[in-house]
């Protein structure tokens, strides 16, 4: 099992930038894991944003951010964050980290663990 905490969120004009982390922590070793990232904004359903593989070898993002947002992950440190930058008015949301066994399932949503989410606000 792993425990997982997001910090860094708050409220930025558009076009401005934010860094979230998430840290984990548990039995298992953080590395075995693939982390993602997904947000969910008032009265939509939570959604896909960005997840890498255990050694940060393979990375996939949600098309309504690539190019802007970056993640990555610290294995020594048990930490993924996710870089979001140029933000839009249309990021604000509640932003989830999870972990998950397999890649695949943890980018169609089916992650085995979330986090409490942190929120975003973006301003126009």
């Known amino acids: 099992q792993v425990q997982l905490v997001e910090s860094g969120g708050g409220l930025v004009q558009a076009g401005g930038s934010l860094r979230l982390s998430c840290a984990a922590s548990g039995r298992r070793t953080f590395s075995t894991y693939a982390m993602g990232w997904f947000r969910q904004a008032p009265g939509k359903e939570r959604d896909f944003v960005a997840a890498?593989?255990?050694?940060?070898?393979?990375?996939d993002y949600a098309a309504s951010v690539k190019g802007r947002f970056t993640i990555s992950r610290d294995n020594a440190k048990n930490t993924v964050y996710l870089r979001m930058n140029s933000l839009k008015p249309e990021d604000t949301a509640v932003y989830y980290c999870?972990?998950?066994?397999?890649?695949?399932?943890?980018?169609?949503?089916?992650?085995?663990?979330w986090g409490q989410g942190t929120q975003v606000t973006v301003s126009s």
């Open positions: 890498i593989g255990w050694n940060g070898g393979i990375t």
């Open positions: 999870a972990a998950g066994e397999g890649y695949s399932k943890l980018v169609a949503g089916g992650s085995d663990y």
